[in-house]
């Protein structure tokens, strides 16, 4: 599946939204890609997820045991993908502000994927790489639907993307005037 086809979905999902958003890495962007419209339609979401799999099976990456998702937004496409790849799914959350595998154990030198659904600039992934690593997990790769940084976030292991989409993002103290113009919106969940 190819960066068009990628948006193309969303955007028949109506899931590519234009404003001031706060992104969940804290930057500022006109363009917030809102993963839940998608999800909400499991036909979308398992092309999407199938073709992540088959991406990920074409990198070469070897035995995966589990595919990981941090929680909220990862959750929903690290299970469409762990299905296709025929692996269990689990997921990280947030305890004490910092990810942690709650609900779970993993054996250690687990092989694990993690899954998440937008990259802007790495952070959950590389905090959920950090997470499995504790636990003794081997992290082979992170994959996401869509990467708005555009092969620029360091996510701190190979990431495969469905799409690349850059879409710039802005410190707040140097937003263009015409997005500083517009009340922002803060839509993501890293605070949940």
Request: glycine residues 8%; charged residues 25%.
């Amino acid at each position: 599946m190819k960066t068009e086809e990628v948006l193309a979905i969303f955007r028949r999902c109506g899931a590519i939204l234009e404003g001031h958003f706060i992104l969940t890495s804290g930057l500022h962007s006109p363009v917030f890609l809102q993963k839940a419209r998608v999800f909400m339609h499991a036909a979308e979401t398992e092309l999407l997820c199938r073709a992540l799999a088959d991406r990920l099976r074409a990198a070469g990456l070897g035995r995966i045991d589990y595919v990981v998702g941090p929680a909220i937004g990862g959750i929903v496409p690290a299970y469409e993908t762990a299905r296709h790849l025929g692996v269990p799914s689990i997921w990280v959350e947030r305890e004490q502000g910092r990810f942690r595998l709650r609900r779970f154990e993993i054996e250690r030198g687990a092989r694990v994927v993690i899954v998440e659904d937008i990259v802007t600039t790495g952070l959950s992934i590389r905090e959920t790489v950090e997470a499995m690593r504790e636990m003794g997990a081997e992290v082979v790769a992170a994959a996401c639907l869509v990467d708005r940084s555009a092969g620029k976030a360091d996510v701190g292991v190979p990431l495969v993307a469905l799409a690349q989409y850059e879409v710039p993002a802005y410190p707040a103290d140097r937003l263009p005037p015409d997005l500083a113009a517009i009340p922002a919106v803060k839509p993501g969940s890293r605070a949940l």
